[in-house]
């Protein structure tokens, strides 16, 4: 571990480096709070510790301000002093302090103490790390690893406010695919996960701008927001789909429709009427949908 040890006593500076050394990890110092905020502004540490006493900022004021500079990203901080009243620990670990020490230090609690703040922060970092992959997983759905409905909605209305503010137009599809219930009872479900799987790839390709959205809104239905496309530029956007889907060739022996998997679209488009919201846009491309479904699927209407 790297650690800032934050100490205005030379002698003391020294004596700490050795003990740190000593004990497998490499000391960096600060002779004073200021120089300590700086450094720490500039480097990653592991871990702090913090003299109590020293002229300018004290070991409390700079731990105070060290923990608002880092936030949410917590370095352990163990205080050394040869302040020994209860107050004063109290108030060390009141400003951010994790632990304290009373001079003069024993090498081998020192090391002992590092060792068990260290394992606690390695911790912390692990459970970090699975949050966030947590937090990412819950954004999308696990069969194709598109969006699900609920981020779809969340960053839905972000595009919506940001996008009637700026009076630019929005297209939104809802996408349907072709006698799957058919498909399903004719080549059993797997198949089925497999054949929504290869579409959603195909629906991904087809949308190729960072902020177009797309999601599996239900079991065989995704939907996809296009901000600043106008009517034509949907109308091109749903072709691409359609193309990219026969391209796919998946056979569909039972449909109704053709001898491959097809899709239905509707598609609505916004130019921002007063009143209009976010669910007014997707009901009428489920409208749209429905349109297509009854004339004869594998189309686009808008
Ligand atoms: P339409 O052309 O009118 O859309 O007909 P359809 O048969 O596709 O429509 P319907 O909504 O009646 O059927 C959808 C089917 O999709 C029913 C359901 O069993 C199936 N389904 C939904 N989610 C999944 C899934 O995750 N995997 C599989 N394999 N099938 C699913
Ligand atoms: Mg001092
Ligand atoms: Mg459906
Ligand atoms: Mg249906
Ligand atoms: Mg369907």
């Given at each position: 571990?790297?650690?800032?040890?934050v100490e205005?006593?030379?002698?003391l500076?020294?004596?700490?480096?050795?003990?740190?050394?000593?004990?497998?990890?490499?000391?960096?110092?600060?002779?004073?709070?200021?120089?300590g905020?700086q450094?720490?502004?500039?480097?990653a540490?592991?871990?702090?510790?913090?003299?109590?006493?020293?002229?300018?900022?004290n070991?409390?004021?700079t731990t105070?301000?060290?923990r608002?500079?880092?936030?949410?990203?917590?370095?352990?901080?163990i205080f050394?002093?040869?302040?020994?009243?209860?107050?004063?620990?109290?108030?060390?670990?009141?400003?951010?302090?994790?632990?304290?020490?009373?001079?003069?230090v024993s090498?081998?609690?020192?090391?002992a103490?590092?060792s068990a703040?260290?394992?606690i922060?390695?911790?912390?970092d692990?459970?970090?790390?699975?949050n966030e992959e947590?937090?990412k997983?819950?954004?999308?759905?696990s069969?194709?690893?598109?969006?699900?409905?609920?981020?779809?909605?969340?960053?839905?209305?972000?595009?919506?406010?940001q996008a009637?503010?700026?009076?630019?137009?929005?297209?939104?599809?809802?996408l349907d695919?072709d006698?799957?219930?058919?498909y399903?009872?004719?080549?059993?479900?797997?198949?089925g996960?497999?054949?929504?799987?290869?579409v959603?790839?195909?629906?991904?390709e087809?949308?190729?701008?960072?902020?177009?959205?797309l999601?599996r809104?239900?079991?065989e239905?995704?939907?996809?927001?296009?901000?600043?496309?106008?009517?034509?530029?949907?109308r091109?956007v749903?072709?691409t789909?359609?193309?990219?889907?026969?391209?796919l060739g998946?056979?569909?022996a039972?449909?109704k429709?053709?001898?491959?998997?097809?899709?239905?679209i509707?598609?609505?488009t916004?130019?921002?009427?007063?009143g209009?919201?976010?669910?007014d846009?997707?009901?009428h491309?489920?409208?749209?949908?429905?349109?297509?479904k009854?004339?004869?699927?594998?189309?686009?209407?808008?």
């Amino acid at each position: 571990m790297k650690i800032l040890v934050v100490e205005d006593s030379a002698t003391l500076r020294h004596a700490m480096g050795g003990y740190i050394t000593n004990a497998g990890h490499t000391p960096v110092f600060a002779k004073s709070g200021e120089e300590g905020l700086q450094m720490l502004e500039n480097t990653a540490f592991d871990m702090i510790i913090m003299d109590v006493e020293m002229p300018g900022l004290n070991g409390f004021e700079t731990t105070r301000l060290m923990r608002e500079w880092l936030g949410d990203h917590w370095i352990p901080i163990i205080f050394v002093t040869g302040k020994s009243e209860e107050e004063s620990f109290a108030e060390g670990i009141e400003a951010g302090g994790d632990d304290y020490l009373i001079k003069p230090v024993s090498p081998v609690i020192l090391k002992a103490k590092i060792s068990a703040l260290g394992r606690i922060s390695e911790m912390r970092d692990q459970m970090q790390k699975l949050n966030e992959e947590l937090e990412k997983l819950s954004q999308r759905d696990s069969l194709t690893g598109c969006y699900n409905r609920r981020t779809f909605l969340e960053q839905a209305r972000q595009q919506w406010s940001q996008a009637s503010r700026g009076q630019t137009p929005m297209a939104l599809m809802m996408l349907d695919i072709d006698h799957f219930k058919l498909y399903n009872d004719h080549y059993g479900h797997p198949a089925g996960d497999s054949c929504i799987t290869q579409v959603a790839k195909a629906l991904q390709e087809s949308v190729k701008r960072p902020y177009d959205l797309l999601a599996r809104y239900g079991g065989e239905e995704f939907i996809l927001l296009l901000p600043e496309t106008d009517l034509a530029g949907a109308r091109r956007v749903g072709e691409t789909i359609r193309q990219n889907i026969a391209r796919l060739g998946v056979r569909h022996a039972a449909s109704k429709t053709s001898n491959l998997v097809t899709v239905s679209i509707g598609c609505s488009t916004s130019h921002f009427t007063t009143g209009r919201t976010l669910e007014d846009l997707i009901n009428h491309a489920d409208q749209m949908l429905y349109q297509s479904k009854s004339d004869g699927r594998d189309r686009l209407t808008l």
